[in-house]
Each structure stands twice: as structure tokens, then as C-alpha cells.
């Protein structure tokens, strides 16, 4: 009645291609960790390295005040969709430059109040879209321009209380935080932790002439081939001219000495 009967011999036939139909489950939720609506929160739980077996959908991550110190390579899991990835308050010290691989759907990272002291250029690299970067209350005393300067999507960036020592080394910096003014956020709290004379001293006031006393001497890399080049040959041109001008002095003082030691005698009548 209505029904469309499949013969014996052929539905087992059937079965292992109908399986492969089916879409795979996402990996449960982690015990330490609660997922809803493509969400996981794992705050507060401990824990001392990221979950693996996060469901692959989720589109954010919450791991704020656990005990991660470092991340590395092959941290997170596939999580092709994640756009927000919050740690803050993990006592987390050091990034590896591939540690957010995988993760370019990025929109929005909180690494704030932790004990970061330098990052890598390439540490954000792989995050093409990430838009808000927070690196407030951490222990960055310089940074490099290339570590914000590879994110071509970022509009808010946070960088307050932090230990900046401003001399000559942190001019790349504040020359990049001057011409992204718009994306500077919490501006009057960039401040200088040191020397003393400038405790407090605000980072985006400072001016060209600031720098005055400063010398470029950064060097880039063809510089350094070239050294690396005329050294050694320089050094060799050198010691073949010497033995050169020593020979030919040898040589010349020779000739000088052999007339008198030819010179014939002459015999005197008495």
C-alpha cells in the first residue's frame, strides 16, 4: 500500500552508501567546557592547554582565567569557523609564531592580563581578518611594528597598561601608532614605564623632534650581504697587496746589492 519495497539481496548493498551520505557528527563538547549555539566557554576551569575536542563549528571560544602559559604549535584543533578567541587572564607568556594557523576567520582576539613580554611578526600573520586585537595589562616593553602592521582588516587595537620603555627603540612604534591614530584605542593610557624621567609620560605625545637624539642604524638585509661580501674579499685584497709590495722591496733591495758584490778588483803597481 503505497510502500516501495527494496529486495533482500540489494539493501545491504545499500547501506554502506546511504552511511556515506549521512554528514559527520562534531566532536562533543569538552567536560570542561559548555557549547551552545556555536559557542564554547571553558572560563575557569584550570585548565593548562586548549581543548581538542571542540566541536568544529564553533564561532567562539571563551578560555579566560585558566592557566595557560604558552601556546604552540598545533594548539587549537580545525576550527575553520571561529571569529572570536578570548584568553585573557591565563598567565600566558609566550605565542608561537604558528600557534593561530588555521584560524583565519578571525574576527576579534583578547590576549589582555597576561605576561606577554614580545611577539613575533609572524605571530599574527595567518589572522587576515581579525578586526580587534586587545594586548592591554601584559609585559610588553617594545613591539615591533610588523606584529600590527600584517593585519590589513584591524581597526581597534588595545595596548594600555603595559611597561613601555620609551627610548630610541620604541620610534618604530609610536611612528606606526601616529599614522593609525583612528585605530589606537585607550590612547591616554599608552604610557611610558621608563627611564624614570618619563614614568607615566604619554606615548602619543611624543614628536619628531623627540627623537632628535636618535640615529637610524638599522641596517637592512642587503646591507648585511653586502658587508658579508666585501669583508672577506677586502681582507684577502689586502694581505695579496702586502705580500706584493713585500716581494717587490725584496727584490729591489737585491738588485741594489749586487753591483758592489760583482765589482772587480783592481790591481794598483807598486
Known sequence: MGCWRVPGRVLPCLLPCLLLLQPLPSPACPTACRCFSGQAD???????????????????????????????????????????????????????????????????????NNQLTMLSPETFLPLASLVTLNLGSNWLVELEPGVVSTLPQLRALFMQDNPWVCSCRIRPLWRWLSHNREKVQEKTLLLCKAPEQLNNYPIMAFRNESFRQCQETSLSSHHYITFLIIGPFSFMASIFFCSFMGSITVIYQNLRREPFRRRPRVCRGR
Open 42 to 112: 571553558c572560563s575557569q576551569h584550570g585548565l593548562r592547554e586548549v581543548p581538542q575536542s571542540l566541536p568544529t563549528n564553533t564561532s567562539a571560544l571563551w578560555l579566560g582565567y585558566n592557566f595557560i602559559t604558552v601556546l604552540g604549535p598545533g594548539s587549537f584543533p580545525p576550527l575553520p569557523e571561529l571569529l572570536l578567541l578570548s584568553l585573557p587572564h591565563n598567565h600566558l607568556e609566550l605565542i608561537h609564531s604558528r600557534a593561530l594557523v588555521g584560524l583565519g576567520a578571525l574576527r576579534d582576539l583578547d590576549l589582555s
